[in-house]
């Protein structure tokens, strides 16, 4: 007797069954494909079968086809239509107030080569372990979270001393109990709506840098509504007519204008409403462009315009790099002004004035602060800490102990939020230095006793509250936002350093 293959078997066995048993395999068969296309991960090719499986396959399926054409299908009852039916579209309204974005997946931002020196840090030592446990990874050993998941309540730092997050969350509890409600904005100390917007710009980093968010669940939901509020604020005190030459404008000088767009910028980053991230991102947007097009060759500012006061331009710094951060481009032609700012703006001690002369590389009296703002916007737009320049503006910093000195007075906000980004970004022996000079004196000046005033910070004997017109908002954000350098930023440098 001849033997059989496999096929053959198969297809004298199919012969003999009745039409509707092989009509059900036939079913049953076409639906488990269905299955399997409908369920596969989408975007993933499909699988390569093995040469010996695919052969086998395609035989069965020729023999299946053949078996088919052999079976008259039954007529149907109905009749054919030329109907089409659409499912019905659910409409949405343009302002989609409680509607979050929960699977928005928002890759790492990479600073162009043009600008770095020196790869960043994406996780510090410290976080390590918490990070490996909270944050999900993407598949490129990087998290696969936005670029302020460091600012999540989940994932604070070990080290931070005790006590720290109890005084930042007092601060912002009295931010938000004098926050306008109708407007949104706080009331600077004095002045008008320039000064008003810029401190409600500073309320908003000090809000958004603790990891409040326009989310109201979790434990910092109570400050959703704080959070949305100022956000619609600086928008509304934006000019956004695109047929203006003031457009991208916050109304004051360029201390505002660098504050409420990184604000903005920021908070395109981190709140989950669709409509209000898109409508930040906008503004920040034109808030920068407004301040790349009035940028000079030598790249310093001055309140109206180019200048040569790097306080000024400090603040324009952070808001290039939070625009950064938040992916909106910055010109090649913008970035080389930045690279030559750097370059005149340190003397031959390490140290940078108030005032540079961008005519000449040899300034004038250096001053701890603007040594501290330059060497921070060095730190923060890719130069290593390594580097000749950042090591010798770090030193002048610490020379004699300066640092120390003023780590004690804690009263100088502007100098002790700049003294902690840069010491921190420098890592080291210049951190834990300053580290534990400066936490325990800030602390100790927050308004404990019960009262209108409590967890806030006192203006008194700070220059830029009093003299500057910040008033009490400047100096109690500026407290929380100092006190939030442990996990506010990720330190930029590449390792930490036991002896450096």
Same mark, same amino acid.
């Given at each position: 007797?001849?033997?059989?293959?496999? $096929?053959?078997?198969?297809? !004298?066995?199919?012969?003999?069954?009745?039409?509707?048993?092989?009509?059900?395999?036939?079913?049953?068969?076409?639906?488990?494909?269905?299955?399997?296309?409908?369920?596969?991960?989408?975007?993933?090719?499909? *699988?390569?079968?093995?040469?010996?499986?695919?052969?086998?396959?395609?035989?069965?399926?020729?023999?299946?086809?053949?078996?088919?054409?052999?079976?008259?299908?039954?007529?149907?009852?109905?009749? /054919? !239509?030329?109907?089409?039916?659409?499912?019905?579209?659910?409409?949405?309204?343009?302002?989609?107030?409680?509607?979050?974005? @929960?699977?928005?997946?928002?890759?790492?931002?990479?600073?162009?080569?043009?600008?770095?020196?020196?790869?960043?840090?994406?996780?510090?030592?410290?976080?390590?372990?918490?990070?490996?446990?909270?944050? /999900?990874?993407?598949?490129?050993?990087?998290?696969?979270?936005?670029?302020?998941?460091?600012?999540?309540?989940?994932?604070?730092?070990?080290?931070?001393?005790?006590?720290?997050?109890?005084?930042?969350?007092?601060?912002?509890?009295?931010?938000?109990?004098?926050?306008?409600?109708?407007?949104?904005?706080?009331?600077?100390?004095?002045?008008?709506?320039?000064?008003?917007?810029?401190?409600?710009?500073?309320?908003?980093?000090? +809000?958004?840098?603790?990891?409040?968010?326009?989310?109201?669940?979790?434990?910092?939901?109570?400050?959703? *509504?704080?959070?949305?509020?100022?956000?619609?604020?600086?928008?509304?005190?934006?000019?956004?007519?695109?047929?203006?030459?003031?457009?991208?404008? +916050?109304?004051?000088?360029?201390?505002?204008?660098?504050?409420?767009?990184?604000? =903005?910028?920021?908070?395109? @980053?981190?709140?989950?409403?669709?409509?209000?991230?898109?409508?930040?991102?906008?503004?920040?947007?034109?808030? %920068?462009?407004?301040?790349?097009?009035?940028?000079?060759?030598?790249?310093? +500012?001055?309140?109206?315009?180019?200048?040569?006061?790097?306080?000024?331009?400090?603040?324009?710094?952070?808001?290039?790099?939070?625009?950064?951060?938040?992916?909106?481009?910055?010109?090649?032609?913008?970035?080389?002004?930045?690279?030559?700012? +750097?370059?005149? !703006?340190?003397?031959?001690?390490?140290?940078?004035?108030?005032?540079?002369?961008?005519?000449?590389?040899?300034?004038?009296?250096?001053?701890?602060?603007?040594?501290?703002?330059? =060497?921070?916007?060095?730190?923060?737009?890719?130069?290593?800490?390594?580097?000749?320049?950042?090591?010798?503006?770090?030193?002048?910093?610490?020379?004699?102990?300066?640092?120390?000195?003023?780590?004690?007075?804690?009263?100088?906000?502007?100098?002790?939020?700049?003294? !902690?980004?840069?010491?921190?970004?420098?890592?080291?022996?210049?951190?834990?230095?300053?580290?534990?000079?400066?936490?325990? *004196? %800030?602390?100790?000046?927050?308004?404990?006793?019960?009262?209108?005033?409590? $967890?806030?910070?006192?203006? @008194?004997?700070?220059?830029?509250?009093?003299?500057?017109?910040?008033?009490?908002?400047?100096?109690?954000?500026?407290?929380?936002?100092?006190?939030?350098?442990?996990?506010?930023? =990720?330190?930029?440098?590449?390792?930490?350093?036991?002896?450096?």
């Amino acid at each position: 007797m001849e033997q059989m293959t496999q $096929g053959e078997w198969l297809q !004298s066995q199919l012969k003999r069954a009745p039409s509707f048993v092989l009509a059900s395999a036939i079913t049953a068969i076409l639906l488990l494909i269905c299955a399997v296309i409908e369920y596969s991960p989408a975007g993933e090719p499909p *699988p390569t079968l093995p040469p010996v499986r695919a052969d086998v396959e395609q035989e069965v399926t020729q023999q299946f086809e053949e078996i088919k054409r052999n079976i008259d299908p039954e007529p149907s009852d109905l009749e /054919p !239509s030329d109907e089409v039916f659409e499912e019905p579209v659910e409409t949405v309204s343009e302002v989609e107030t409680d509607i979050f974005d @929960e699977d928005i997946d928002i890759d790492d931002f990479v600073e162009d080569d043009s600008m770095v020196t020196q790869p960043t840090d994406p996780v510090p030592g410290e976080f390590t372990a918490l990070v490996a446990v909270n944050i /999900p990874d993407s598949g490129n050993g990087r998290p696969g979270s936005p670029p302020f998941w460091h600012r999540d309540p989940n994932i604070r730092p070990p080290s931070m001393p005790p006590g720290n997050l109890d005084a930042i969350h007092a601060g912002l509890r009295w931010l938000k109990r004098n926050q306008n409600t109708e407007t949104g904005g706080w009331r600077a100390g004095r002045g008008g709506r320039d000064r008003n917007v810029g401190v409600s710009g500073l309320a908003l980093l000090a +809000f958004l840098g603790y990891g409040c968010t326009d989310d109201p669940r979790g434990e910092l939901g109570e400050f959703a *509504p704080t959070v949305t509020k100022v956000i619609e604020y600086l928008i509304e005190n934006q000019e956004q007519s695109h047929d203006s030459e003031r457009t991208g404008w +916050f109304g004051g000088r360029l201390y505002t204008q660098g504050i409420a767009t990184m604000a =903005l910028a920021e908070a395109a @980053e981190m709140v989950r409403n669709l409509y209000l991230r898109e409508k930040a991102r906008e503004a920040a947007e034109l808030g %920068l462009n407004y301040i790349l097009e009035r940028q000079p060759e030598h790249g310093a +500012f001055s309140y109206t315009g180019p200048g040569n006061d790097i306080s000024v331009t400090g603040f324009q710094l952070q808001a290039i790099k939070a625009a950064m951060t938040a992916g909106i481009s910055i010109p090649e032609e913008n970035r080389r002004r930045i690279e030559r700012l +750097f370059e005149i !703006s340190m003397g031959a001690d390490g140290s940078t004035p108030y005032r540079i002369d961008p005519e000449r590389s040899v300034q004038g009296r250096g001053k701890l602060s603007m040594t501290a703002v330059l =060497l921070t916007g060095r730190l923060w737009l890719g130069q290593s800490r390594r580097s000749e320049a950042c090591l010798k503006q770090a030193e002048y910093l610490t020379r004699n102990d300066q640092h120390i000195d003023e780590a004690k007075r804690s009263n100088r906000m502007y100098n002790l939020y700049y003294m !902690s980004l840069a010491m921190f970004n420098m890592g080291g022996r210049y951190w834990r230095e300053w580290n534990h000079a400066f936490h325990g *004196p %800030l602390v100790e000046r927050q308004i404990r006793e019960e009262g209108p005033d409590h $967890g806030s910070w006192c203006p @008194e004997g700070d220059h830029h509250a009093t003299w500057g017109g910040g008033g009490r908002v400047y100096t109690t954000a500026m407290a929380c936002m100092t006190l939030s350098v442990y996990f506010r930023y =990720l330190p930029t440098y590449q390792a930490l350093d036991r002896d450096f």
